[in-house]
């Protein structure tokens, strides 16, 4: 069974621009085409492309996925690549909740120092406009 670009978007809940950016750089192999040069698709694509759109979700980057896709490819291999990838990944995860949590509490910390008087008193507008508040509390992410 084949179906076009448009039907594998509808099954993937993939857009047909990044499919076809996809194609371009090498993550998902360019289909056979009709003589019409319409791209023709099977269940092969579908099943990659879903696995790219997942990871995607999780926040790979793309040259992650591409080191992925070769291990999935390459099924006998050591699986120590791809857990090394995932640590990376979810290290990421965790700074990234370590900052907003910083940033919450500095939200907090503003609000609950307000005086919910006028503008002239208010913490909020302070606490914005004096960066050394923020130093060594948030990181720039």
Known sequence: ????????????????????????????????????????YDK????????????RE????????????SLQDNPDQSCSVADRIA???LAEVEERIA????????LQRMLEECACGRVAEC???ETLADNSHRHGRLTDN
């Open 1 to 40: 069974m084949d179906f076009s670009i448009g039907e594998l978007a509808r099954r993937t809940q993939v857009k047909v621009p990044t499919i076809r950016y996809y194609e371009q750089i090498g993550l998902l192999a360019p289909p056979p085409r009709t003589e019409g040069q319409q791209r023709r």
């Open 44 to 55: 092969t694509s579908v099943a990659r492309l879903a696995f790219i759109r997942h990871a």
């Open 58 to 69: 999780l926040g790979f980057n793309i040259e992650a996925i591409r080191a992925l896709l």
């Open 87 to 89: 640590s990376v990944r």
């Open 99 to 106: 900052s907003l949590s910083a940033l919450r509490a500095e």
């Open 123 to 125: 913490r909020v507008i």
